[in-house]
């Protein structure tokens, strides 16, 4: 694309878009904090809801129960794309962001097992599905969004921020729990301490909602009142491959981001011997990086073309994936940790940071907030949300770098359906 092919914005409508990218990101924030603080407090929360004296079987049926809330995504992409597409983006995303608020403050009082029981894993698993619900909107719904306000010329670059915040939540998530564990005691943190997250999360919420409430609406009527808007129909019937290309490399993408960051948390605590504190630390620094990595890779994308991004995620990615995470197993030292894990989210990078924008740019609007959502959501639910799990149950059988190979071969697939992605945009590109 070259100079004379984008549109002139005016200062205003620049500061609009630009407003619009904040507060539709700021959303997604708080989403995020609210559904990934559960990975990172399960530490101290597990054995108050699955007793059993063996940390790696109480990680192990923490995990199931974030596997589970990854279950729902997909009828989440499904009920909000299809809101989206047919009564307007912002709705959608008020509504989403309203569920997640609910859902943190309900595991904020929730009673343990040794309170009520077996009712609470219960209550804790039906509270996941619910906000599993709200994130599997989310993604699709704001992905979408961020992508038709984005300037022409700089679609990567500003999409990069729903990666910015989507990492920013984890962060934020990660960097609560270390704070905590500065003034509270282990056993505090296990008594009571780990429902502070939740409840910052739950409060959070209400403020993204007020922003969110400004947004102007994207989709135009006469796109939103086609027959088959927000239809699986109308994606099935003439956007099948795409949805297909989507799924593909979702489903590497997906894997190889949860590896490296809710479950190397667990990784390098239960596999490499690191104290829980260190790790917090480690992670919270490479999450860091990550998160400001995402606007430089974006500029890349805008530079050398997604197509190529992508391609370049899936080769890296298979390459290095089975090294970095063998040399991790054998390490003790934080700062090595931090290397490796920083190298390996630098290869996620070139896919997060983009990642929502390509798969936008093949959908048309009055299908694109369902396209994005539903595809996305179902990779990430049977990919992404079974990565703690898969990886633990590799450990419990001794055959840990099995979990190697596998998020290997699924970067191997990864790039291959790259190569199917159109090297000229199929939409979006010449939308002002």
Known sequence: MTATDLPHYTPEEKRRRVFAIISASSGNLVEWFDFYVYSFASIYFASQFFPSGNPTTEFLKSAAVFAVGFLMRPIGGWMFGRIADRVGRKRSMIISVLMMCGGSLAIAVLPTYASIGVAA???????????????????????????????????????????????????????????????????????????????????????????RRTLHETIKPEDSKQKEAGTLAGIFKNHRAAFITVLGYTAGGSLIFYTFTTYMQKYLVNTS??????????????????????PLFGMLADRIGRRHSMMLFGALGALATYPILAILRGNTSPYVAFALITVALAIVSLYTSIGGLVKAEMFPPEVRALGVGFSYAIANAIFGGSAEFVGLTFKNLGHENWFYIYVTVMMAIAFLFSLRLPKTPSYLHTDH
């Open 121 to 211: 894993p219960i209550l804790l698993l039906i509270i996941r599905r619910f906000q599993g619900l709200s994130v599997g909107g989310e993604y699709g719904t704001t992905a979408t969004y961020m992508s038709e306000v984005a300037l022409r010329g700089q679609r990567g670059f500003f999409s990069s921020f729903q990666y910015v915040t989507l990492i920013g939540g984890q962060l934020l998530a990660v960097l609560t729990v270390v704070v905590l564990e500065q003034f509270l005691s282990e056993a505090e943190l296990k008594a009571w301490g780990w429902r502070v997250p939740f409840v910052i999360g739950a409060i959070a919420a209400l403020v993204s909602l007020m922003l």
């Open 273 to 294: 011997g690191m104290p829980a504190k260190t790790a917090s630390v480690v992670m919270t620094g490479a999450l860091f990086l990550y998160m400001c990595m995402q």
